[in-house]
Each structure stands twice: as C-alpha cells, then as structure tokens.
C-alpha cells in the first residue's frame, strides 16, 4: 500500500481490503494501517479508518465483525442468539464476535458493528430512568 498522503480513506481501505486478499495476515494490515495514520498525521481518525475497514470486510467477505459487552459471561445460548441477530441485521454470512466483561453494565448486553449499536444494559436503562 502506499502511503502518500493525499490517500482518500476509501483509497486506504481499499488497499488494506486487497492486502487481505493477497494473503497478509490481520496483524500486517493492522500495522500497515497503523504506520500511514502515524505518518500521515491522522490518528485521530483511526476509529473512522477502522469501522470502514469493517464495513469494507463485511461487503467483501461476508463477515461481520461485532464487539459484545456484558456484566458476566454469555452463555452459548445468548452468544448463538447475538450471533443470529447480527447476521440477520448486517445480512452476513458470518459474524466474528469480540466478547468483553464489563461489570459496571449491571447486566443486559451491548452489541456494536462498525455501522449499528444495541444498548441493553441494566446501567443504560437505570440512567434514562433517571432523566424521566
């Protein structure tokens, strides 16, 4: 990939899509991603970079990627279903999960995709009561 600067984020994401293809592994195009923000000055940007990189893997490959956030443990059950739902709403054929505890949640779940977030935590509902 080049790392001239005046690369639209589409091109980047692009380029980081083909290196994918070409066989790089995840970590070689994190670093390559890493290295053009560094270089080009755009790290405050890296999450824009990064949930259109998800979106473009999602187009590409059919898969989505979804950041789950619980007070405990999913049980299988409830991972099969939050499996089952980002399919159906990103309408992917697969869906790698990146699963983290978060106890200050109190309970519920929050599921986030690079284009949609589904808050139900106990801690959410507690504050917009609060607001009532």
């Not at 619980?70 to 990146?98: D, F, H, I, P």
């Not at 949640?105 to 977030?117: P, Q, R, V």
């Amino acid at each position: 990939m080049s790392t001239a600067p005046k690369a639209s984020r589409r091109q980047v994401i692009a380029a980081l899509i083909d290196m994918l293809e070409a066989g790089k592994s995840v970590r070689q195009v994190a670093r390559t991603l890493a290295a053009y923000l560094v270089e080009t000055r755009q790290t405050r940007n890296a999450e824009l970079y990064i949930r259109d990189f998800e979106l473009a893997a999602a187009e590409r490959f059919g898969v989505t990627a979804a950041y789950v956030y619980s007070a405990s443990e999913l049980s299988g059950k409830v991972r099969k279903q939050v499996e089952q739902l980002v399919k159906a709403k990103s309408g992917t054929k697969a869906v790698e999960m990146v699963e983290k505890i978060k106890p200050e949640l109190i309970g519920g779940i929050i599921i986030k995709t690079a284009d949609a977030e589904l808050d139900g935590s106990v801690r959410t509902k507690l504050r917009n009561l609060r607001s009532v």
